[in-house]
């Protein structure tokens, strides 16, 4: 589904996708891999390379080097996708009280962590903006409201959000530490 101001490939731009795909979609895998990403998610963030790439495609047709540009998009996914989990594990675990044990997979319901100390429209507006990667203008198109309005609210749930962990963290709270 197309988001507000994405328009539908052409033809021609579909041609051309098809074959940007083709020739690097390997080799992006591979270097993904060889960075230390587990093959399934290596699979995940090079696919969503090729959807960034699709929003770039206009300026992408007129490079020499594309794969130079796909390798950067493709940091990119890494980065923020390595940063957006260490921030949420970081979240469970402060409001878990509690340390991971080795080897031991974390599952993340945020809408469990987080039910309560937000709305659900809140919850929904932090999670496309800081997990996601909508832009303010997207949400505000999204929202149907103005992009200061969407900035506006984005900050007044993140610090209700914020207000709520460091009161789930104050001194003599019950809950955490059980056992």
């Known amino acids: 589904m197309l988001k ?3 328009r539908p490939l052409s033809a021609e731009e579909q041609a051309f996708f098809r074959g940007l795909y083709q020739r690097h979609y390997p080799a992006l895998f591979d270097h993904a891999v060889q960075l230390g990403i587990r093959r399934e998610a290596a699979e995940d963030y090079v696919q969503e390379t090729f959807l960034a790439a699709i929003r770039h495609i206009e300026t992408i047709r007129n490079m020499e080097n594309p794969r130079w540009y796909l390798n950067q998009i ?3 996914v ?3 996708r390595l940063r957006s989990l260490r921030y949420a594990v970081s979240l469970q675990q402060k409001l878990r ?3 991971p044990e080795e080897g031991q997979k974390q599952e993340l319901r945020l809408d469990t962590l987080y039910g309560g100390a937000v709305s659900p429209g809140e919850l929904d507006l932090l ?3 800081y997990l996601e990667g909508w832009s303010q203008r997207e949400l505000a198109e999204e929202y149907g409201i103005s992009q200061e309005a969407c900035k ?4 007044r749930a993140k610090q209700r959000l914020r207000r709520a962990l460091e009161e789930d963290e104050s001194p003599g709270m019950e809950g955490g530490n059980e056992g």
């Not at 506006?152 to 900050?155: L, P, S």
């Open 97 to 99: 009280n509690e340390a």
């Open 4 to 6: 507000n101001g994405e």
């Open 78 to 80: 890494i980065g923020y």
């Open 74 to 76: 493709l940091k990119n």
């Open 127 to 129: 999670i496309r903006f």
């Open 152 to 155: 506006k609210r984005i900050k």
